[in-house]
T-cell receptor, first 110, second 113 residues
Framework: LAKTTQPISMDSYEGQEVNITCSHNNIATNDYITWYQQFPSQGPRFIIQGYKTKVTNEVASLFIPADRKSSTLSLPRVSLSDTAVYYCLVGLNSNYQLIWGAGTKLIIKP | DAGVIQSPRHEVTEMGQEVTLRCKPISGHDYLFWYRQTMMRGLELLIYFNNNVPIDDSGMPEDRFSAKMPNASFSTLKIQPSEPRDSAVYFC???????????FGDGTRLSIL
C-alpha cells in the first residue's frame, strides 16, 4: 500500500537552497510525483511534477532517484515569500489513486 | 481563464442544517475533485469525478455527505444534516486529464455551530 511521508516542518534563511524530501514506497515506474505549495487562506498551487531523474522549471527542481522510493523538492535561493506548506502527492496510474503527504511547513527567516 | 470558482467563501450555520457548497471547474477540464482540510487530518480527498461521473468516493466520510456533477461546469457537495465536526475548509480542484496538475479554488470555510 503506497504511503507518502514528509517532514512536519523545516526552517531556513533567505538566500539558501531548501530541499524537502518525500518518502513514498511501493510506487510503480509510471506513477507520478507532484509537489504543491499552499499559503494561508488559499488552495494548494502546483509547483512541479515528474516521473524520474530530474525535472526543473522556473521555480524549483525535482529529483527522483532510480529506486523511486523518495523524491526531493529543491527551492533555490529562497525568500521570505516562500514561507508556506509544501505537499507531496503521488498519483498511482494503476488505479488512479492519489496519495497526499501530510505537508511540510517551511519557515524562511531573514 | 478565471480558474476554479467556489462559493460561498464562508458559511456559518447551525448544526442540523443542510449545507451546499458549489464549484465551477476550469472549462475543458475532465476531472473534478472535492477535498476537506482540517488542522487535525490535513488535506483529505473526498471524491472525484471524470467527465461528470463519480469515480472514487471512498473518501466521503458518511452518508450525510453527497456530491453531484450535473454538467461539466458545475458540481455541488452537500452535507445533510451538518454537524460541528464537519467544520473545515472545503476545496474543489480540477485537472485537464488524469495525471495532470490540479488547479484548486480558494476554498469554502465552513463553520457548523
Amino acid at each position: 500500500l503506497a504511503k507518502t511521508t514528509q517532514p512536519i516542518s523545516m526552517d531556513s534563511y533567505e538566500g539558501q537552497e531548501v530541499n524537502i524530501t518525500c518518502s513514498h514506497n511501493n510506487i510503480a515506474t509510471n506513477d507520478y510525483i507532484t509537489w504543491y505549495q499552499q499559503f494561508p487562506s488559499q488552495g494548494p498551487r502546483f509547483i512541479i511534477q515528474g516521473y524520474k531523474t530530474k525535472v526543473t522549471n522556473e521555480v524549483a527542481s525535482l529529483f527522483i532517484p532510480a529506486d523511486r522510493k523518495s523524491s526531493t523538492l529543491s527551492l533555490p535561493r529562497v525568500s521570505l515569500s516562500d514561507t508556506a506548506v509544501y505537499y507531496c502527492l503521488v498519483g498511482l496510474n494503476s488505479n488512479y489513486q492519489l496519495i497526499w503527504g501530510a505537508g511540510t511547513k517551511l519557515i524562511i527567516k531573514p | 481563464d478565471a480558474g476554479v470558482i467556489q462559493s460561498p467563501r464562508h458559511e456559518v450555520t447551525e448544526m442540523g442544517q443542510e449545507v451546499t457548497l458549489r464549484c465551477k471547474p476550469i472549462s475543458g477540464h475532465d476531472y473534478l475533485f472535492w477535498y476537506r482540510q482540517t488542522m487535525m487530518r490535513g488535506l483529505e480527498l473526498l471524491i472525484y469525478f471524470n467527465n461528470n461521473v463519480p469515480i472514487d468516493d471512498s473518501g466521503m466520510p458518511e452518508d450525510r455527505f453527497s456530491a453531484k456533477m450535473p454538467n461539466a461546469s458545475f458540481s455541488t457537495l452537500k452535507i445533510q444534516p451538518s454537524e460541528p465536526r464537519d467544520s473545515a475548509v472545503y476545496f474543489c480542484a480540477s485537472s485537464a486529464r488524469v495525471g495532470q496538475p490540479q488547479h484548486f479554488g480558494d476554498g469554502t470555510r465552513l463553520s457548523i455551530l
